[in-house]
């Protein structure tokens, strides 16, 4: 193995994924009340984008939307535009999709029928799709 094939030492690194909105406050309901997660930042203006960031405690992954002021942002080129989030006890998945009916969303057909199989898709204001997914992710 080369020097560059090596594993990297240290923590793996924290991932984030960043996508736009046109608006930030219509989907925070759906990623905070609806899946749980916190606001763990803010930001107004800063050099002409607006942003919120979204995680879990202590996750080593969070969610940015952001909003570029004077454009426009599409919404979800298709219903394969997923995050997957992966429940291994049933109870903690049958009360992730219960919180997120309780917080007024409905669940929805997904494009692929694997995932109806042993999960519940959820989209969110912007087209984008979340897979509450029962059962353990392994390589």
Request: include cysteine; charge should be negative.
């Amino acid at each position: 193995m080369s020097p560059s094939q090596a594993p990297a030492a240290g923590p793996a690194p924290v991932v984030r994924i960043a996508r736009p909105t046109d608006d930030i406050d219509r989907l925070l309901p759906f990623y905070v009340d609806g899946l749980n997660c916190t606001v763990l930042a803010r930001f107004v203006d800063h050099a002409g984008f607006d942003g919120a960031i979204v995680g879990f405690a202590n996750a080593p992954y969070h969610l940015e939307f952001t909003r570029e002021r004077g454009a426009t942002a599409p919404r979800a080129p298709s219903t394969e535009h997923l995050l997957v989030l992966y429940y291994p006890l049933r109870e903690s998945h049958r009360l992730a999709v219960t919180r997120m009916k309780d917080a007024g969303f409905s669940a929805v057909a997904s494009s692929n029928p694997y995932w109806d199989v042993a999960g519940v898709t959820f989209e969110d204001p912007d087209g984008y799709r979340v897979v509450l997914q029962q059962g353990a992710w392994t390589l």
